[in-house]
């Protein structure tokens, strides 16, 4: 997704791309139960600068570093600070829904009784408050159905009038599996979802959010995964997803995990893989407008083992870097590094000192949580 007036978790693109939960934990923090599989999103602008920032979720605050826009030595973020209080037990998706250049909090229930209720905390440069409005327009059942078993929230301009729009893949449960819902933005509030796609993703495949094409629109790009490692490409006409075409054979296998972002700054977004575990490589197959080129190695011994990763601008360059959230967190905090794309590899790596909390949600990770 392009983020000029900046657009874009969980995904979140920005996307936050969680799933459905009534008890639910993260991957990669000290409450997680289980393994769960993970698709990535992006963090986003919340102070207008040009740079992405941090944002973490944890006991109902809401906290964000701001970047300094530097990404050397030690001065790269500032020291985190609570921009929220309040209950936050819903989906948060990062994106700006207004269009005034700063990127704001979309809280989606799927967790608890009523289903599908829809809250936004506005950005007003240095924290977030609530909005009525947007909640009023998206009465509970709407954009997530009590019958839905698992879905993922994603936000993107999908009708290309920079504001950011909201859509749900319902991946499993009844007559709804595969089908998109898209609410779009009206610049205070949303309107009423209608189907987009009826027939897209399911089970663990992953979808993405981003301008693959270079039109303005946001379209999807899914992920298979497994042994095939297929990804799809569905263009957004404005009002729906269209037709499908395959875009690369052979990209984020097994649980391997995909993500989207402009690496090279050409105004087209890409498909960025993070193999983890012991080999830790990190693969970019850019985008030509009608299909992904070649997959090739753009860092090695990035996001090792159980690390968790995301995507972010957080230079202002108009090139995506990626992050990895340390899992050697000293006591109850936890650091993470970060690679700048140099347009055909990510550069040297800088460790950004342990200062957040641990066990915390990260904007530029999303998870699938299974209800």
């Given at each position: ?11 979140l693109?920005?996307?936050v ?11 990669g ?11 990535l999103?992006?963090s986003?602008?919340f ?5 992405d ?6 006991d109902g605050q ?9 990404l050397?030595?030690?001065?790269n973020f500032?020291?985190?600070t609570?921009?929220?209080t ?8 990062v ?5 005034d ?11 608890s009784?009523p289903?599908?209720t829809?809250r936004?905390?506005?950005?007003h440069v240095?924290n ?9 327009s ?7 159905n009590?019958?839905?078993?698992r879905i993922?929230a ?11 729009d909201?859509a749900v ?6 007559q ?14 949303f ?11 399911y ?7 981003g301008?693959f094409?270079g039109d303005?629109?946001d ?8 042994q095939?490692?297929?990804?799809y490409v569905?263009p ?9 075409a395959?875009?690369q054979n052979?990209?984020s296998?097994g649980d391997e995990?995909?993500a989207?972002?402009d690496f ?7 498909i960025?893989n993070f ?5 830790a490589?990190?693969w970019v197959a850019l985008?030509t407008?009608?299909?992904f ?12 083992r ?6 972010g601008?957080?230079n ?6 990626v992050?990895?959230?340390?899992s050697?967190?000293q006591g109850?905090?936890?650091g ?7 347009s055909?590899?990510f550069?040297?790596i800088?460790?950004w000192?342990?200062?957040?909390p641990?066990?915390?949600l990260?904007?530029?990770i ?5 209800w």
């Open positions: 997704m392009r983020r000029r007036g900046r657009i874009r978790w969980l995904g693109m920005c996307v791309v969680v799933t459905v939960a009534v008890s639910w934990a993260f991957a923090t000290a409450s997680a139960s289980t393994p769960v599989s993970g698709v999103s992006r986003g602008d102070n207008g600068d040009g740079y920032d941090i944002i973490a979720f944890k809401i906290s964000v570093a701001l970047s300094v826009g530097t050397v030595g030690q001065q500032g020291a985190p609570v921009w929220y309040g209950s936050v037990d819903e989906i948060p998706v994106a700006d829904v207004n269009y250049g700063l990127d704001d909090v979309i809280l989606i229930q799927a967790y009784a289903i599908g829809v936004v905390l506005l950005s240095a977030f408050v609530e909005s009525p409005s947007w909640a009023a998206l009465p509970a059942g709407l954009l997530i009590p019958s839905d078993s993922v994603e936000a993107g301009d999908f009708n290309g009038d920079h504001r950011a909201l893949f319902v991946l499993a449960g009844t709804y599996s595969g089908r998109v819902r898209v609410a779009l933005s009206t610049g205070y509030g309107t009423t979802p209608t189907y987009w796609n009826n027939a897209m993703a089970t663990a495949e992953a979808p993405e959010v301008d094409n303005g629109r379209d999807i790009a899914l992920f298979v995964r497994g095939d490692g297929y990804v569905y957004s006409t404005g009002t729906s997803f269209g037709g499908q395959m875009w052979r990209f296998l995990f995909p989207v972002g090279n700054g050409d105004g087209r977004d890409d960025v193999t983890r575990g012991d080999t490589d990190v985008s407008g009608t299909s080129g070649p997959s090739s190695l753009w860092q090695g011994y990035f996001c090792a159980g690390e968790v990763p995301g995507v601008d957080f202002g360059d108009g090139r995506d870097d992050i990895t959230w340390s050697q967190s109850s905090t936890v993470a590094a970060f690679a700048v794309s140099q055909n590899s550069g040297v800088t460790v000192p342990n200062a957040f641990n066990a915390v990260f904007a530029g999303s998870y699938w949580i299974y």
